[in-house]
């Protein structure tokens, strides 16, 4: 069961008012928070790709991924909490984890207890918050809802709309 209802949230993931991939973002993380993460991935046997500049390979160690020269080609992770609900991560800096969800996956109750699950299960494995805000928003100002760590579940962040 999730802490969100559909019926709160739903106006933040309406199609038409905000754009389709928001942003997900644990902030002041190192390394060993991206290691975290994706030994999380494996032993939650959530399906998972890695690649590079588009080419699948096997999933590196983070301090090898983040360790390579800024121009790169870019490592991205794909992630599937749940069949149909896909979680992209780009593994660009260690200083935070962000991914993409696709809000055209996530409508309804049933899909938002996978969002709530999954965001709940990296906030509690790093004890760290987690937030989710509308695509593009990249100083992080309009956070719309997170794992809060100290209530130990995912919270909304903004006043609902009306959708």
Not at 4 to 15: A, E, I, Q, S
Not at 57 to 84: G, I, K, N, T
Not at 123 to 144: A, F, I, M, N, Y
Request: include cysteine; charged fraction near 25%; hydrophobic fraction near 45%.
């Amino acid at each position: 069961m999730s802490e969100l209802l559909w019926d709160d949230v739903k106006g933040f993931f309406d199609l038409e008012r905000e754009g389709c991939l928001p942003d997900v973002w644990v902030m002041g993380t190192v390394v060993e928070d991206w290691q975290a993460v994706l030994d999380l991935i494996v032993a939650s046997g959530w399906r998972s790709e890695y690649s590079e500049g588009g080419v699948v390979m096997p999933l590196p160690h983070a301090a090898e991924v983040l360790s390579r020269p800024a121009d790169a080609e870019c490592a991205e992770l794909r992630v599937w909490p749940a069949p149909d609900v896909l979680a992209i991560f780009r593994l660009e800096s260690a200083d935070e984890i962000g991914f993409d969800v696709d809000l055209r996956e996530l409508q309804g109750q049933e899909r938002l207890n996978v969002l709530c699950g999954f965001l709940r299960a990296i906030g509690r494995h790093l004890g760290k918050p987690v937030v989710l805000t509308p695509e593009g928003d990249w100083d992080r100002s309009r956070s719309v809802l997170g794992f809060d760590v100290e209530s130990d579940q995912v919270v909304l962040l903004a006043e609902p709309q009306i959708s």
